[in-house]
């Protein structure tokens, strides 16, 4: 799907270099980083619902 992002002059200025630096586009550059964003951010809610889980695994276990 077709997608425009306009991006602060700085940080396309860093996204060029980086591009130029490494050999890749620059859309290949942002999608990968807006993958990494969501697979931390899935980390983020699995640690959150582990924690939850082990600290209410009795009223849980009585819920059953």
Same mark, same amino acid.
Request: proline share 2%; charged share 45%; net charge negative.
């Given at each position: %799907?077709? %997608? $425009?992002? =306009?991006?602060?002059? *700085?940080? *396309?200025?860093?996204? $060029?270099? /980086?591009? =130029? /630096?490494?050999? /890749?586009? #620059?859309?290949?550059?942002?999608?990968?980083?807006?993958?990494?964003?969501? *697979? =931390?951010?899935?980390? #983020?809610? *699995?640690?959150?619902?582990?924690?939850? %889980?082990?600290?209410?695994?009795?009223?849980?276990?009585?819920?059953?």
């Amino acid at each position: %799907m077709a %997608m $425009t992002l =306009r991006l602060p002059d *700085d940080l *396309d200025a860093k996204l $060029t270099e /980086r591009a =130029r /630096r490494e050999g /890749r586009s #620059k859309q290949e550059l942002a999608i990968e980083a807006i993958r990494d964003a969501q *697979d =931390r951010a899935e980390l #983020k809610v *699995d640690d959150v619902l582990a924690e939850l %889980m082990d600290s209410d695994a009795e009223i849980l276990d009585y819920l059953k």
